[in-house]
């Protein structure tokens, strides 16, 4: 292809929304143009580069022996309503009204995958099976973010898998997730699976493959020590040593008028010269359970909760006989359950609201002032926590996701009636399933952050996504040079050769050129310049480990094959 | 691939809601699944057809100079607006409401791509531009029909074109028209360019593609003669040659209480001993002009209306004034604009409504009881009429489009205010454009439609549309015999050989592979079977011309080869 060919037009100035380099990078070289906030249409440039990732992805998937299908994007909302999942995703759900019922466009396919699959399970013999598919997904994402990062259109590749039993559905786990560190590996990103929060997919084991990046908007708790590593939704630190409490102080109560909250409460505190700090604050946070019961989590006033698990926050209304503001968990009514982070075994005393509008109270001791029912990881993990396997300190890793794998059993099947599947003993029974996803119009981004330049004006894309591997230049070239015959020849040959290959042939200066294909971000450049032609050669660069070579004119496409070669074999 | 690894379980019955032989195929198969009205699955054999569709396309339009791109299918509903398409797209368009804001559902992409093109075309440089995407379109359908034929969710390669001037968008849409005959002939599939109605797309000149078939909803008109061919929108009859009107009748009226219409008005004439028939009744139809002016349109009682462009039927309150049901052309006040098609002059004098409830005439006459202001076409074609080239008898063939090509010139760029460029006189200009449509996902129902039989119970996919070119099947295969070793070492070097290949690998009698064979389709088949083998030959079928060979075992793969290469080359 040439330049003039390929509808290119690099942007010369920064643009105004965009915040990362890899951002920058995709619209300055018009891989990509936003449409409306958190909607990009790829250009011809992006469209190559976004195949490449889903070649290496369906390539891989195949050879793991999932077969592709497609499923659609417009979903009757009774199979949403079938598993619950129109209430649990109602925050990001579109929903569309038609002429002949309701829709959902669908942000994930385990209701429509069962659908599509179940009339083909009918025995143990037709399991397992394992299918995937490069579909577009729609999410009604409140806050759309660095481009391509978290977008409300996007591409997945959605992988299902079927099984008889735990074992069987394991064993399809497993290939899944063999072939997902095949993709990232030729996809040129170190993807680290780390364990993860099922969310609402739902399911036992899942892992996240987090990739480290500064445009990250996770995090992942890793310990250098012994190799632990978990989402940051799923880290838990390891226990601390707790402390005695402090028999000799009592309780004191202080007047503390309109400081409701941890912040003001402190300061109030101390303007009355009481001793205490952020982390000396007992947080008492009300919960309501699964049966809608009230449960009072504490933890220490400069930690993060982390909702456990089918709890939720409090509204105003069931706040109602609390002192909203200055809740303790003295006194509290038995009716009322007491959790409590193991941080809170680690102080003598804490200070907490006095469950009255209006006052505080300073050395209250666990076990003797107040009790908790049970224990249990309450936290956000932070760096420095001990690793919950082997003591040592964890330390938070900013980063991304880019794919994520579930072992979901029976979550669904065992509200479907028609997932099921006639066991060897005959008897009817919910099959096992995995679900997988690669958030591939992501990809783009977190390879343009890690191989381009940090102001967003260049890269050297890895081999196998590049969307063109190789760029002719000419310098000094005119409408019948030597330089243009030459670029001409090298352009047919190369790409006979079977490398994907650009040509320029526009009509601008050489800097302009030679700017325009760093954006293009081919891993070798021929550039042709009348001066070495002079001396018969063409000079080679390669990119990715910048290597430069004067190579004899009749030896280039050799030399080029050779090098793409040499570059394919360092990924694999 | 073996046929235990396809997701694949035939159905023993007839698909119920399947009226077609190739929507029984399809459900058959198990190509595809009804998820629900107007919306399918493509299981992995459906899939693997579609994705040769995809790709003839791409190598088509690729070579054609055209760069593919993917747009969003979510698009905010301003630029909608911009054009006004929002209201004249209404009945079709699927509407979102997002959290931050409303959207459209893309049902076709002339606006989205305008958005992303407008900011690459600053100059008469950067033109011609040509892209095309394949990409998922959404219509709020009213009837979803015929499996794949129309339906709610589909995916269409569109392509658009961006030129500087007439000629030169002409030259475009040309380059797009080769194209789109080319690919047709690889899908095997005689798709005919028909003159057609530009419906709420635009533009002036325009063709629809039809492939003649039983499941077409569209006729087009041809004339044998002279090779005119018109979608029946679009065509108009020829011209006949006028009578002189009858001047010794007069007009007499008759009371026909209780009998508005055509059909009622015939019955109660007749009743009272007329001699009438259909086809001398006029019908005048009320209709109302862009301006709201009323237009009262006069054809033969027995024709259907082909409500002129910028037209409509009045409704109840426009039609206030007027005798509903027994209207005619004579007297008329002058700011009714009478239009009549030809055929009105082809009768000596008519029978029509008399414009009172309750009462009609008999032996009105053109020029003489009642005047035309303008005569036009304004009858559908039926067959019989003449050819409006060559005036021989114009016949209708059932149809299904396959595509449709639009020279939209500045229909879009006229009112979009950024879908400029600069001349090359630096005057500031809209770019002309054409736009181009192939219905992706109604191809393989068209092709099984051609190609399967007319039970739905087989079908042999031209070669570079079929899921699997080769299909290889073992008589008397067990787990360990000769047989399975053989047809496993042709399984392993046709797929080297570079062609798909399926194996029958399930534990199942030849006769249940066979009809299963049969439905996926492979138009050339290896029969192993012991008998052969003892004379050291394999039984090869090449079903399109149904011609069966004995090769011998070590020439089988260069045997397969070589059909699939003769094959391959009649259809370019």
């Known amino acids: 292809m040439r330049t003039s060919e ?6 010369r100035e920064t643009p105004q929304d965009a915040e990362a380099a890899s951002h920058k990078l995709l619209l300055r070289g018009n891989y990509i143009r936003r449409l409306t906030s958190g909607v990009y249409s790829f250009l011809p440039l992006g469209y190559r580069l976004l195949r490449n990732v889903e070649r290496i992805i369906e390539e891989e998937l195949d050879r793991a022996g999932a077969a592709e299908l497609l499923l659609p994007a417009l979903q009757p909302v009774e199979i949403w309503r079938a598993t619950g999942r129109i209430d649990k995703m109602a925050d990001v759900l579109f929903g569309v009204e038609g002429k002949s019922g309701s829709f959902v466009l669908g942000p994930t396919h385990e209701e429509a995958v069962i659908e599509a699959m179940s009339p083909d399970i009918e025995s143990y013999r037709d399991l397992p099976k394992l299918v995937y598919q490069l579909q577009t997904k729609f999410r009604d994402e409140p806050r759309a973010r660095f481009g391509l990062m978290r977008t409300r259109e996007f591409i997945m590749a959605d992988g299902y898998s079927f099984d008889v039993d735990r074992d069987a559905m394991r064993s399809s786990y497993q290939k ?3 072939a997902y560190l095949a993709i990232f590996a030729r996809l040129g990103l170190q993807a680290e699976p780390v364990e993860a929060d099922a969310g609402s997919i739902g399911g036992d084991v899942n892992h996240e493959f987090m990739v480290a990046s500064t445009i990250g908007e996770d995090h992942f708790a890793c310990c250098a020590s012994c190799g632990y590593q978990a989402n940051i939704e799923a880290a838990r630190a390891g226990d601390r040593e707790p402390v005695k409490v402090d028999l000799e102080v009592e309780p004191k109560t202080y007047s503390t008028p309109n400081a409701p909250g941890i912040e003001s409460a402190i300061a109030a505190l101390q303007a009355l010269g009481v001793d205490v700090e952020i982390g000396g604050m007992l947080k008492s946070m009300l919960l309501i359970d699964e049966a809608d019961r009230p449960v009072l989590a504490l933890l220490p006033g400069d930690r993060t909760l982390n909702v456990p698990h089918g709890m939720r926050l409090a509204d105003d209304t069931q706040m109602a006989g609390f002192a909203k503001g200055y809740i303790g968990p003295q006194g509290q009514s038995p009716r009322v359950q007491v959790l409590a982070d193991p941080l809170v075994r680690t102080r003598p005393s804490w200070a907490s609201g006095s469950n009255e509008h209006g006052s505080h109270v300073v050395g209250l001791r666990l076990g003797v002032d107040f009790s908790v029912d049970r224990f249990e990881n309450l936290v956000v993990v932070e760096d420095g926590d001990p690793c919950p396997r082997c003591g040592a300190s964890l330390s938070l890793v900013r980063s991304v996701e880019v794919g994520h794998t579930f072992q979901l059993g029976l979550t669904y099947s065992a509200v479907l009636p028609h997932a099921r599947f006639h066991s060897v003993s005959g008897e009817e029974l919910p099959y ?41 230049v000419g310098v000094g070239a005119t409408k019948d040079n030597e330089v243009t015959a030459i670029s001409e020849r090298l352009h047919a040959s190369i790409s006979e050769a079977g490398l994907s290959v650009i040509m320029e042939d526009r009509n601008v200066s050489v800097g302009v050129a030679m700017r325009d294909l760093e954006l293009i971000g081919s891993p070798i450049f021929c550039i042709v310049g009348a001066r070495s032609l002079a001396k018969g050669v063409v000079e080679v660069r390669e990119r990715i480990h910048d290597r430069t070579i004067e190579v004899a004119l009749e030896g280039v496409v050799e030399t080029v094959v050779a090098l793409g070669r040499e570059l394919a074999s360092e990924r694999r």
Do not use: H, N
């Not at 390929?6 to 942007?11: A, E, Q, R, Y």
């Not at 260049?458 to 002719?472: D, G, H, K, R, Y």
């Open 176 to 178: 899944f997730y063999d």
């Open 432 to 472: 096992w399933m995995g679900c997988y996803g690669i958030g591939v119009t992501r990809v783009p981004a977190v390879v343009a952050q890690q191989y381009g330049s940090p102001d967003g004006d260049a890269v050297v894309w890895p081999l196998e996504v590049a969307p063109f591997v190789v760029s002719i």
């Open 6 to 11: 390929l509808v290119f037009k690099s942007l």
